[in-house]
């Protein structure tokens, strides 16, 4: 039998505040190890935490930036279990109002997917396994976190990639995550079912816990997708449980029989109060929320430019930014979109870099625009980006230092074209019996001779007018 994967995603963000959600610790990455602790995010005894305002402003850029209903009276919850990563035993969480609700991103294809909920928590330590030793690092403990859920409205393992990479994009451009999957800062788990092709009727699910790349996301839901095909097709029944990926062989194992909400004995927490978010903190957080990338992804269709291109721009907000900067400033947006494709891109790695590009917007536009009124050659245009990314030159310095603004000499074109014509005496016969092919040549003749004293439309109109003579 053929079976349709139903997937629904638990993404957990870490949020880019300075300090931690309910202590003054730092939060930040690669610190000397426990180097970030104090009594509250390692529990101990009578340490009471404070909120920190800039995890709720955060938590609730990331619910406008996908369209969710902010909770006015949001509260917190504690989640009780024992894991030697989470000294209190128990982990501040939010479960009877999440600090936003509804909302949902489109998918590939248009599909609307919707989210459930956003909430606010704080991020547990982390165990370093060393040769026989577990070891605990306290400096994530209480680092805050977002958990974003999903309906189980995604249908397959490349739309479920896709959409984390759309969320990771979203949090990134608002600001309220660094996004580094590699870091541990997105982490992803995926609850996976399957159901009879046609059917409406979802089957038992499993959770696969912490995937942190999209390839291993893509990954363990294939797997586990034809897992519980298989099982279901040998007459067996799949178990609702919790499952770990191998990025080894590439599989996912049992790790402990599914846990339900009520296991966890949630209660208010005492030690905070519930928070009222008033209409001024929202609109207060709004006006401090970029363009999300979804609507610059409209805006540059618009524009004229293709979908592939939009995508490739706007994989980084950096780059995205400095287009729009360029745009803005009056560069061609088709011309700026290929900038950025071919030369910007070539010498700037997004991943390499962290912030922003140093480069003037205003710049990169007279640049273009110099190239589009034929003051600077194809060549020269890609000269003067890569010296204003890589070297810092202002435009003017580069367009001096490596002579790219193009003086014509209009007597010196007209003698190479006439001298290279009648060296030529077959090609140029050939051309005059309809071989525009020659052309080509032709052109390359002069322009070697012009060492690119010359555009290259002053060369053909002057080799054709000559060709065409008699
Ligand atoms: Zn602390």
Request: charged share 25%; aromatic share 6%.
């Amino acid at each position: 039998m053929k079976y349709t994967t139903v997937i629904g995603l638990e993404i957990h963000a870490e949020l880019l505040t300075k300090t931690k959600v309910f202590c003054g610790c730092q939060n930040s990455f690669g610190s000397r190890v426990n180097g970030n602790c104090c009594p509250v995010c390692t529990g101990m005894p009578g340490a009471l935490p404070v909120l920190n305002k800039r995890a709720v402003e955060l938590a609730i850029a990331a619910g406008l930036s996908f369209g969710c209903a902010i909770t006015k009276n949001t509260r917190w919850d504690r989640k009780n279990y024992f894991y030697p990563d989470l000294a209190k035993a128990y982990q501040i969480s939010q479960l009877y109002a999440p600090i936003c609700v509804g909302g949902g991103i489109e998918a590939r294809g248009g599909r609307f997917i919707r989210l459930n909920r956003i909430h606010l928590e704080e991020d547990a330590g982390k165990l370093v396994h060393t040769r026989g030793n577990t070891l605990v690092d306290y400096n994530r403990a209480g680092v805050p976190l977002i958990e974003i859920v999903t309906e189980p409205d995604l249908r397959s393992a490349e739309d479920a990639a896709e959409f984390v990479e759309k969320v990771r994009r979203t949090l990134v451009y608002a600001g309220v995550s660094d996004g580094k999957m590699e870091r541990g800062s997105l982490r992803v788990d995926a609850n996976i079912s399957v159901m009879p092709e046609g059917s409406g009727v979802y089957g038992t699910r499993t959770e696969i816990k912490n995937l942190n790349s999209f390839k291993f996301v893509k990954k363990a839901i294939e797997f586990e997708a034809e897992r519980q095909a298989e099982v279901l097709n040998g007459g067996g029944r799949v178990i609702q449980e919790t499952r770990r990926y191998d990025e080894n062989s590439g599989e996912t194992f049992s790790m402990r029989s599914k846990e339900d909400a009520h296991d966890y004995r949630y209660f208010p927490d005492p030690d905070i109060r519930p928070l009222v978010i008033t209409d001024r903190d929202i609109e207060r957080v709004l006006a401090e929320i970029p363009e999300p990338p979804q609507k610059r992804f409209l805006r540059y269709l618009n524009l004229g430019i293709s979908a592939a291109d939009a995508d490739v721009i706007l994989e980084n907000k950096a780059v995205s930014d400095l287009f729009d900067g360029a745009v803005f400033a009056g560069a061609n947006p088709v011309a700026a979109a290929n900038a950025v494709k071919g030369e910007i891109l070539r010498h700037y790695n997004p991943a390499e870099e962290n912030g922003d590009i140093d480069m003037s917007a205003e710049e990169l536009a007279k640049a273009l625009k110099l190239a589009e009124k034929n003051e600077i050659s194809g060549a020269g245009l890609k000269t003067a980006i890569r010296c204003m990314l890589l070297e810092k030159m202002p435009l003017d310095g580069v367009l001096k230092r490596e002579n790219l603004i193009i003086k014509e000499d209009s007597g010196l074109v007209a003698s190479v074209v006439k001298k290279v014509v009648e060296n030529n005496p077959k090609a140029a016969a050939q051309y005059k019996n309809g071989d525009a092919k020659v052309l080509s040549y032709f052109m390359g003749q002069c322009a070697r001779e012009l060492k690119g004293g010359a555009l290259a439309a002053t060369i053909r109109a002057e080799l054709e007018r000559v060709l065409n003579s008699d």
